[in-house]
């Protein structure tokens, strides 16, 4: 008998994935409440936009093994068109969809999941950033979108909140690891001049 819920105990009798490639970028995210990590490695195909593989690596208990499996199936293969930023709400959903409901003292265990997840899309555009060549700063790495396109479309929209954008540009709308400089930019006295 599993000291774990059903649908818990079930995804944990998964067997393990393949690793994923060297090109891969790696993000890890640690609680401190129990003292276990998670490290997330996302590989992603630059031409097509999707994401090739993705794995996890963990030390925790099983809840926060099985939020990292269900991670991993829920996003491998997707689109970063398709993310639509990754909230926490989405993704948290998603899990307790998947899993059931986590106990309070246990939903933690899926948020170090879900941070590791972020920190390794934000190292991934961190990586597409340094590669790029333009003449403007790369804001949005998922779909290319430069800081002086983001000016232009949000003095064309007149843009106050970073939804304003949606109909203009795809920016901030894969990984999210974009959002909060797209809202400095919404923000930015620059604009209002």
Do not use: W
Request: glycine residues 8%.
């Amino acid at each position: 008998m599993s000291v774990y819920p059903k649908k818990i105990a079930n995804k944990l009798s998964r067997k393990t994935a393949d690793p994923v490639s060297d090109e891969a970028v790696c993000g890890r995210a640690a609680s401190f409440i129990c003292g276990c990590f998670a490290e997330a490695c996302i590989a992603v195909d630059g031409d097509a936009q999707v994401i090739e593989n993705i794995r996890f690596a963990t030390n925790g208990c099983g809840f926060m093994l099985a939020s990292s499996f269900v991670l991993e199936e829920m996003l491998a293969g997707s689109e970063l068109a398709a993310l639509k930023g990754l909230s926490d709400q989405h993704l948290v959903a998603e899990l307790e969809s998947e899993l059931g409901e986590f106990p309070d003292v246990r939903k933690q265990c899926a948020l170090v999941a879900i941070e590791a997840l972020r920190t390794a899309f934000g190292r991934l555009r961190k990586a597409r950033a340094a590669e790029f060549a333009g003449d403007s700063p790369l804001v949005c790495s998922c779909f290319g979108v430069s800081e002086d396109d983001l000016l232009a479309a949000i003095k064309t929209t007149q843009a106050s909140r970073f939804g304003d954008l949606e109909t203009v540009t795809r920016a901030g709308r894969g990984c999210g690891a974009c959002r909060m400089l797209i809202e400095e930019l919404i923000d930015s006295p620059k604009i209002q001049a």
